[in-house]
Nanobody, 114 residues
Framework: QVQLAESGGGLVQPGESLTLTCAAS????????MAWYRQAPGKQRELVAL???????NYADSVKGRFNISRNKARNRWYLQMNSLKPEDTAVYYC????????WGQGTQVTVSS
């Protein structure tokens, strides 16, 4: 089993930066994909960024060039570096791990507002 815990959410102003952290524990050796999703009120949950164990990455068009996903294999953590934040980035952000099964964190709120 895998347990995930997000941290780093908060309230920021447009144009500012924020970094989210996902800490994984348990059977982390079986994870082959690490991702961040987000869900805003009234909207579908969407993939924000994905990084595979081979370091291949994928980003939503809306965040490409502004966000960066990275990982620290030794610490079983991955990160979402969010730059030039916009109000439309406001959402609950969820950590996700893909392996034999799909695992999710509890979510962390990111609010971008003046």
């Amino acid at each position: 089993q895998v347990q995930l815990a997000e941290s780093g959410g908060g309230l920021v102003q447009p144009g500012e930066s924020l970094t989210l952290t996902c800490a994984a524990s348990g059977s982390t050796a079986a994870i082959y994909g690490m991702a961040w999703y987000r869900q805003a009120p009234g909207k579908q949950r969407e993939l924000v960024a994905l990084i595979a164990v081979n370091s291949n990455t994928n980003y939503a068009d809306s965040v490409k060039g502004r966000f960066n996903i990275s990982r620290n294999k030794a610490r079983n953590r991955w990160y979402l570096q969010m730059n030039s934040l916009k109000p439309e980035d406001t959402a609950v952000y969820y950590c996700n791990a893909q392996g034999r099964r799909d695992f999710w964190g509890q979510g962390t709120q990111v609010t971008v507002s003046s």
